[in-house]
C-alpha cells in the first residue's frame, strides 16, 4: 500500500512502473492450489462418511479446475495486469462451499427433511454461470468507466430489482421471515437483492462522482463538524428511506444493513468528511430503533440474539415463528472446538434447514474447527482488502467509488451474515459469499469480482509508451 | 480520496478482528461448556452411537443394546426383566434422558470416563472401536426376583443388604415399569413415559430409596437402642415402669395398646407384642435431643445419601414432648425410607456396626479390566456390641414365639419386627405393613438384613400388619439369599 498515496508525485510511481509483472503467473499458482484443497477436502469428506474415494472427484476437480482455468485464460487475456490474488481466492472459496454442500448433501438427516434437495450440482452450475458472468464483464466491459453512463438507469434498475419480491405473485412466499427471493417458473427463485447491490454501487459511484464537490464543500462547521446544507441531505434521506423500506416491507435486515453501509462509506470517501459517517451512525440508530419498536420480526431476531437458549426452548415447544437454529449453530461450533471433528463428522446439520446456506459457516466451524474458520474469514478479509487496494490504484474517482463500494458491500455482507452466525451480531438471512448455497449470490458475487478485476487491470496497467521524442527527456505521464 | 479509503480498509480490517475474536471466544473459551451442555443433542448422539456398557448381576447382564434404523442413535437400550430392574438401573432413554444408574455410571457405560482416556486414544490409533465398560452390582438376582415376586401385584417396596459390607442385594419397587418401552425417540416412547409419569400409581418412584413412609413400629427397635445405650432401661428381661394406658406427656391424650398385656412389660415382651405405651414412654425418657442423636447414629437425618443413586432422606424431627413420645413409636413426624429400616435391621445384626451400603461393587472397561472396586465402609457404631446382642435377642424373640412368626426359616435364626403405621388425616387411611429382619446363620453370621413395606390400598384394613403381609416377603427375600450362597 506504501507505493501509494495520495499525492500526485506518486500516482506517477503506479503508471511509471513501465513493464511492471502482470502477476498472471503469480495467480495461476495460486489457482493451482485454490482447486487442488477442495479437491483434497472433497476427498476426505467422502472417506469419512462412505470410507471411500467419492466417485464424483474427477467430475467434480475436472469442473472446478476447468472453471479456474477458463477464467484464468480469460484473465490473462482481456485483464492482463489485473489483481493476481482475487480469481484464486473466490476460487478456492466457492470449491469449499462446493465441497461442504456436498457434504450436508450426504447427511441422512437432511435427506429426511422435505425440504431435502440435492444441492451441490445445482450449486456447481451456479458456479458455472458465475463463472460465465465473470468471464462476460471481463470481455464485454471493456473499461468500467462505462458504466459511468448508466447511473441514473442502474438506479431505477435497482429500484426494481429491490422492489421485485413485493409483487404479488412473482414474489416468493414469506416461508422464512423476510421477503426478499422473487421465484421465476421453471427457473427457481432468485435473490434479486445479490444484484440489486452491485447496480446500485454504480449508481452511488456515478452520482456521488458527480456530487462529491457540492457535497463536500458547501456546508457550515458547527461543532467541529462540517454540516452539510438542508438541499445536499437529500440523497442520504432517499436512501435511508429506501433502506427503512427494506425493512419495514421486506422484513430484510441484512440487506437494509448493506445498502446503507454501503452508501455511507462511499460518502465518505467522495467527500473525505467524517461527518457523513457520524450522520450515517445517527440515522441507522434512528432507523433501527424506530423499526424495532413496531416490527415484530426484527424484535424477535433480537430477542433471539440476546437470548438464544429462550429462543430454542420457545421452539422446541413448538411456538410459531421462533427457530432453534441459532443455538444449533452455537452448539456446532462450540462442538468443533480448536481444530475440529474433522469433515464429514461433525453434526452441523442438527441446524436442519439452511444449513448449507445461511448457517454454512457453522458446519466450517464444527468440522474445520477454530482454525478453519479463522481461516475463512482471513481469506474474505484478503478479498476485501485486495479490493480496497484496487480502490487505492485507480486512477479515476468513479473506478475508486465503485471498487471501494463493492468491498465495502463485500465485507458488510461477510460480516453481517458471519456475525449473525457467531452470535455476535442478531441474525439476518444473507448468505455468506460464494460458499454458501444460493445461486443469485454465487452468481452476483462472480461478476462483483469480475468488476473489482476490470478495476485494478486499468489501475495497474502500464501506460502505453510516448512516441518518441529525441529531442526531449524522458517525461513521466501523468493521467487525469 | 486515498485517506478515507485506508479509513475504510482500516474499518473492514476491525469487521475481520471482531469476527475472530468471537470465534475465539466460541470455539475456543466456550467451547467444553457448548459442547458438553446436555441440550446439545450431541451428547446424546455419542451415548448412543457405540452399544452401551451393561450392567452386571450375579456376572450376568441384566441389560443390552440392539442396533436402530434410526439417523441420530444407533444404538438403543434393552432391559431383560425391566420392570424387575427398574429400581436398580433406572432408564437410558433417548427421548427423555437417564436417571439413576444409567445416568450416573453413564461415562463408564458409554465408554467415555476420564480414567478410559488412555485405552480410547490407544484403541483410536489401533482403529478399534470405542465400546463401553461395564458396572457390575452388588446385588442377588434370586433375592430380587424373591422380592418383585413376593410383591406382587402389591404395592410396596424391598430393600436387602448384606450387613457385612453394606452390599445391596435387593432393590425392588411396585409397580414398576420396563424402561424397555421408553428407550427409543419415537413419539410412541413419549408417549408411553407421559403415560407412565402421570399414573397415579407413581409406577416410576423407586419406593426403596425415594419414599419416606412413616416406619410405625418397626422404630421400636430405635428406640429400644436408644434406651439401652442411655441407661433408661437397664436389662432387656426386667420390668419396666409403664402405666397403661399412657397418657403423652403435656397432654390429655391416652395411648393405648392394640393387644397384649403392656402394664410395667418387659423391654423384650414389650418388643415382641410391640406395646405403644413402652417405647413412647422410652422415647420421652430418653428425650428428643438424645433420640435425634440415635436416630441420626442409624443413617437418619442424612440429606446425602449416595448408594451411588441419592436416598431421599429419613427424618426424626426435632419435636416437643408428646410429639417425641409419638415419634418414638415412628409416628408423627418421623419418617424413614425402607432402604433406611433395612439400615438399621443391618446394624443391628453387624453387632452395631452400619455399614455404608452401595450397590456398585466394581466399574469395568470393555476388555473386563477392573477401573474400580468399592471398598466397604463404615458409616457409625450405631450401637454397642452389647447393646446389639440385646437387641437381636429381643427381635429374635418376635419372630420366635411373637408378631413375626412368618418370618421363621427352618435352621436359620431370624430377628425382626413387625409394623403397622397409620398414616392420614386422623390416621383415615389404609396403615402401611411393614417388616425389618435379618436372618443369622449357625456360625454367628448374618447374611442379609431386609426391610418390606406393603401400602396395599386392596387389602381389608384389619387384614394389613406387618406380620401378615409383610413378613413372608422378607423371608423369601432372606431365603433366596441364604440359598444361593449354599
Known sequence: MSSTTNSPTHHTSTIGAIGAPSRRNTELALLVFAV???????????????????????GYGLGLGLLAGVGHLVVRKFAPY?????????TLLNGLGLVVIWRLDQSQRLQLSSTYIEASPRQLLNSALGVALFIAVLVFLKDHRVLQRYTYISMAAAMVLLLLPLV???????????????????????QPGEFAKIIIAVFFAGYLMVKRDALALASRRFMGLYLPRGRDLGPILVVWAMSILILVFETDLGSSLLFFGMFVIMLYVATERTSWIVFGLLMSAVGAVGVASFEPHVQQRVQAWLDPMKEYELSKQGIIGHSEQSMEALWAFGSGGTLGTGLGQGNSDLIGFAANSDFILATFGEELGLAGVMAILLLYGLIVERGIRTALAAR???????????????????????????????????????VAYGGSSVIANWALIGILLRISDTARRPAPMPAANPDAEMTQVVRP | MNKPLRRIALFCGILVLALLIRDNWLQYVKADALRTDTKNRRVSIERYATP????????????????????????????????????????????????????????????????????????????????????????????????????????????????????????????????????????????????????????????????????????????????????????????????????????????TNEHGACKNATLRDALEVSCNTVFANLSDQVGNEKMIEQADKFGF???????????????????????????????????????????????????????????????????????????????????????????????????KTGTGAKAQIPGVTVGGKTGTAQHGLKNSEKPYAWFISYAKLSDGSS???????????????????????????????MKAVIDSKK
Open chain 1, 36 to 58: 487442488v484443497i477442495p479437491v483434497f477436502a472433497y476427498a476426505n469428506v467422502g472417506l469419512a462418511i462412505n470410507d471411500e474415494v467419492p466417485t464424483g472427484l474427477l
Open chain 1, 82 to 90: 489485473a489483481d493476481p490474488l482475487m480469481l484464486p481466492l473466490a
Open chain 1, 168 to 190: 404479488p405473485g412473482l414474489g416468493a412466499d414469506e416461508t422464512f421471515g423476510a421477503k426478499i427471493w422473487i421465484s421465476i417458473p421453471g427457473l427457481g427463485t432468485i
Open chain 1, 396 to 434: 479515476d474517482p468513479f473506478g475508486k467509488l465503485l471498487s471501494v463500494g463493492l468491498s465495502g458491500a463485500f465485507a458488510l455482507q461477510v460480516f453481517v451474515v458471519a456475525g449473525g452466525v457467531l452470535g455476535l451480531i442478531p441474525l439476518t438471512g444473507m448468505t455468506l459469499p460464494f
Open chain 2, 52 to 255: 452401551r456398557g451393561d450392567i452386571i448381576v450375579d456376572g450376568k447382564a441384566i441389560t443390552g443394546s440392539v442396533a436402530t434404523k434410526g439417523t441420530d442413535y444407533k444404538y438403543k437400550r434393552t432391559w431383560k426383566n425391566g420392570e424387575m430392574w427398574a429400581p436398580v438401573t433406572g432408564y437410558s432413554s433417548q427421548i427423555v434422558g437417564a436417571t439413576q444408574l444409567e445416568n450416573l455410571e453413564d461415562g463408564i457405560l458409554t465408554g467415555n470416563d476420564d480414567r478410559l482416556f488412555f485405552r480410547n486414544t490407544l484403541d483410536m490409533i489401533t482403529g478399534k472401536k470405542k465400546e463401553g465398560g461395564s458396572v457390575v452390582t452388588t446385588l442377588n438376582a434370586a433375592a430380587q426376583k424373591a422380592a418383585f415376586e413376593g410383591l406382587g401385584n402389591k404395592k410396596g417396596a424391598v430393600a436387602a443388604i448384606d450387613p457385612a459390607t453394606g452390599g445391596i442385594l435387593a432393590l425392588a419397587s411396585t409397580p414398576s415399569y420396563d424402561p424397555s418401552t421408553f428407550a427409543g425417540i419415537s413419539s410412541k416412547d413419549g408417549e408411553t413415559f407421559t403415560k407412565l409419569e402421570k399414573d397415579k400409581d407413581k409406577p416410576m418412584l423407586n419406593r426403596a430409596l425415594r419414599e419416606t413412609y412413616p416406619p410405625g413400629s418397626t422404630f421400636k427397635v430405635v428406640t429400644a437402642a436408644a434406651a439401652l445405650e442411655n441407661g433408661k432401661a437397664n436389662g432387656i428381661d426386667e420390668p419396666t415402669d409403664t402405666p397403661d394406658p399412657y397418657r403423652l406427656p403435656q397432654s390429655t391424650y391416652d395411648l
Open chain 2, 301 to 399: 437425618n442424612d440429606s446425602k445419601l449416595d448408594i451411588p443413586v441419592r436416598a431421599a432422606e429419613s427424618v426424626y424431627p426435632k419435636d416437643n414432648r408428646p410429639q417425641n413420645a409419638l415419634s418414638g413409636i415412628g409416628q408423627a413426624s418421623t419418617r424413614a425410607t425402607p432402604l433406611q429400616m433395612a439400615m438399621v435391621s443391618a446394624a443391628v445384626a453387624n453387632d452395631g456396626k452400619l455399614m455404608k451400603p452401595y450397590m456398585v461393587d466394581q466399574l469395568r472397561a470393555s476388555n473386563l479390566d477392573t477401573i474400580e472396586t468399592h471398598e466397604p465402609e463404615e458409616l457409625s457404631q450405631a450401637v454397642s456390641g452389647d447393646t446389639a446382642q440385646k437387641l437381636q435377642a429381643m427381635m429374635e424373640t418376635v419372630v
Open chain 2, 447 to 477: 447374611p442379609v438384613a431386609v426391610a418390606v413395606v406393603v401400602e396395599d390400598g386392596s387389602a381389608n384394613r384389619d387384614d394389613i400388619s406387618g406380620g401378615g403381609l409383610a413378613a413372608p416377603i422378607a423371608r423369601n427375600v
